[in-house]
């Protein structure tokens, strides 16, 4: 008797005496790797050879018979191909149902023929008018007829993407005021939009002169000129110094809306 699972196989030699088996020796065999990934049938055979090579000193020149949990071992036996692996056919209403699901169920999304074709191929599903099955289904199928293909003249214009580098955009504020601790009582804060990189410093003041010489001090020339500084509509940021050192630059202002940075 042979049996095998998805981690190991086993075999019983035993002897049938009065209509009852007597077992002789018992032997099973830890898969490995390469044995694990065997499809059902292949392993079930493997247990078969296995047994065969471990009682072998026991079955030359006897007659014996193979006791297997699959009923259908006959014609596995007797099945002839050019290479021969097994494969499971799919039927003609198997094809239809697998086609319905690839291209009207919720996960199928009503694509065309060749989509919907490449779905099934996806699936683990193929037989030979796939592709030609698919098309006819997609024609034949009502809603898609009558929805058809979305006009291009109606659609929404597509916006390119801003791509953004380090250090390109640059957001600054104060904060305060505090309680007053060595002289200062505001801190300006600047970070970058796509590292979320930090810079601040305290200072007394809260004018437009802190904010230039921090631009100066601590962006410009350690982090390069950035390409925007987006700031909201305070008196220190929106004064004509500023927006001239900007300028001068070739660096973009821009004001965020009140409550939406």
């Given amino acids: 008797m042979c049996d095998a699972s998805d981690y190991a196989i086993g075999a019983v030699l035993g002897q049938r005496k009065d209509g009852l088996v007597h077992v002789i020796d018992y032997a099973s065999k830890v898969l490995n790797d390469a044995q694990r990934n065997y499809t059902t049938t292949e392993q079930e055979l493997l247990a078969i050879v296995f047994a065969f090579d471990k009682f072998r000193s026991y079955l030359i020149g006897a007659k014996l018979m193979i006791v297997h949990k699959a009923p259908w071992f006959a014609d596995i036996a007797n ?9 499971r056919c799919v039927s003609e209403e198997e094809g239809r149902g697998v086609l319905w699901n ?30 030609k099955d698919a098309k006819e ?13 979305l006009p291009k003249r109606n659609a929404m214009p597509q916006n390119f993407i801003l791509e953004l580098e380090l250090f390109d955009v640059w957001g600054i504020d104060f904060m305060g005021p505090f309680p007053t601790s ?13 590292s979320k990189w930090v810079e601040a410093i305290a200072t007394p003041t809260n004018d437009n002169k802190v904010v230039m010489n921090f631009l100066r001090k601590n962006i410009f020339s350690r982090f390069g000129v950035p390409r925007a500084l987006i700031s909201d509509g305070g008196s220190h940021f929106c004064n004509r110094p500023l927006e001239a050192l900007l300028l001068r630059y070739g660096v973009k202002h821009k004001v965020a809306t009140p409550y939406h940075p």
């Fill in 102 to 131: 690839c291209h009207n169920s919720r996960y199928g999304g009503h694509f065309g023929g060749d989509r919907t074709a490449a779905k099934v191929l996806q699936s683990g599903f193929f037989w030979p008018t796939l592709f």
């Fill in 79 to 87: 099945f002839k191909c050019s290479d021969g692996v097994l494969r």
């Fill in 137 to 149: 289904l997609v024609k034949s199928y009502n809603e898609c007829q009558r929805t058809g293909n």
């Fill in 182 to 194: 060595y002289a200062n009582k505001y801190i300006l804060v600047a970070m970058d939009y796509v």
